[in-house]
């Protein structure tokens, strides 16, 4: 059993079901990563984890614990809002302060735990100020504190970089990453950023309409995506309309490939661009590759990589190639080429 049991969560507003059947596990100090589009329920299955919102069905415990009918604040975890929602009035330490406060601590203990906490953040000496004295990563930075200064057994994070701009949203996603790693502490985090997901997380949960599409490592996700929709949502990929020839093989752009079709129904072969290769038509490909012919619509430079747009008898397609290497002219005639490994088979009409 996990430290952090989720089990059959369902969560209904009227007759629209925000989370449907979620079941996950986080071992103890582990950092899962919820990641999926606006609307999937990320902030709803976080707001049943606090006690915020009841669940219709399913069961939240804790170290073995059954906390599902414990109010929020009996349940000791903490919570970072996509918002921050910090107090304006209060100073930036009455704002850390407030959870022990609600615990009713001792005005010693109190004044050494928050002190401790905003150390921690990287705030000592600015506990006199208001959030509004602050600026954007700070007040993220006092969020943070006053979620943990109750040493929450689970810390709960929701879009919490997303006010950020790109620069200090990428300091913070390793300084909090390096906080839970030393703190050693259990953590949910939500967010709809591949990016901050891949980064933050010993493993991911990809979430789609309610449901968990699938968890694993950051590299399970990426490299043996179980769905379609997660293909599509995390990271690029080239959705290839394909065929099936009379003997259930896969058809790409006239070219046989040697792995099996669907039995029935329309299918894409889902590719990274930056799997593929572009090879001169003159070049032999070994019998691991896939080879498709076609002519280079336009080359772009994008700065880290350059994306060749192909077009061929079965549509078109996108390779990146590292930016350095000679990219082909335009109108010219190619291979694209990748290992047959790097395809993956999923139905058209499927999520
Ligand atoms: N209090 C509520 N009342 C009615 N519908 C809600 C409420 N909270 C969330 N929803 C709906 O539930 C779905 C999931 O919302 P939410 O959990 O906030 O998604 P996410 O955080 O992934 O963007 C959305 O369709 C949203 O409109
Ligand atoms: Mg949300």
């Not at 259990?186 to 990809?206: K, N, P, S």
Request: charged residues 25%; aromatic residues 6%.
């Amino acid at each position: 059993m996990s430290y952090l049991e989720l089990s059959g969560l369902q969560k209904r507003f009227g007759n629209a079901t925000a989370v449907d059947d979620v079941s996950l596990g986080v071992a103890k100090g582990e950092s899962v990563a919820l990641l999926g589009p606006s609307g999937c329920g990320k902030t709803t299955t976080l707001r049943m984890l606090a006690g915020l919102i009841d669940p219709d069905r399913g069961s939240i415990r804790v170290d073995g614990k059954d906390i599902t009918g414990l109010p929020a604040h009996r349940r000791n975890m903490g919570y970072v809002f996509q918002s921050y929602a910090l107090f304006p009035h209060l100073t930036v330490a009455r704002n850390v302060a407030f959870g022990l406060e609600e615990r009713r601590r001792a005005k010693a203990e109190i004044a050494r735990q928050v002190e401790e906490a905003l150390a921690l953040v990287r705030l000592s000496g600015l506990g006199a100020r208001k959030p509004r004295e602050l600026s954007g990563g700070q007040q993220q930075r006092v969020a943070l504190a006053r979620a943990l200064v109750i040493h929450p057994s689970v810390l709960l994070l929701d879009e919490s970089l997303s006010n950020l701009d790109a620069k200090l949203r990428d300091a913070m996603r390793h300084e909090i990453r390096s906080i839970q790693r030393s703190l050693g502490i259990t953590t949910l985090f939500v967010t709809h950023d591949q990016v901050e997901a891949l980064t933050m997380c010993d493993r991911i949960a990809v979430m789609h309409r309610g449901r968990i599409a699938q968890i694993g490592t950051p590299e399970e996700i990426y490299e043996k995506p179980a769905t379609r929709f997660v293909a599509e949502f995390v990271g690029r990929a080239n959705a290839l309309p394909a065929e099936r020839t009379a003997e259930g093989k896969v058809r790409l752009w006239n070219e046989a490939l040697g792995f099996a079709a669907p039995a029935k129904g329309a299918f894409d072969v889902f590719v990274r661009p930056q799997r593929m290769r572009i090879l001169p038509l003159s070049e032999a490909t070994g019998p691991d590759a896939v080879r498709v012919t076609g002519r280079v619509l336009r080359s772009v430079f994008v700065g880290d990589h350059v994306e060749v747009l192909v077009e061929g008898a079965g549509g078109q397609l996108t390779v990146e190639m590292p930016s350095g290497s000679p990219a082909p002219g335009e109108g010219q005639a190619v291979a694209v080429v990748w290992p047959v490994a790097e395809s993956r088979v999923f139905a058209r009409d499927a999520a």
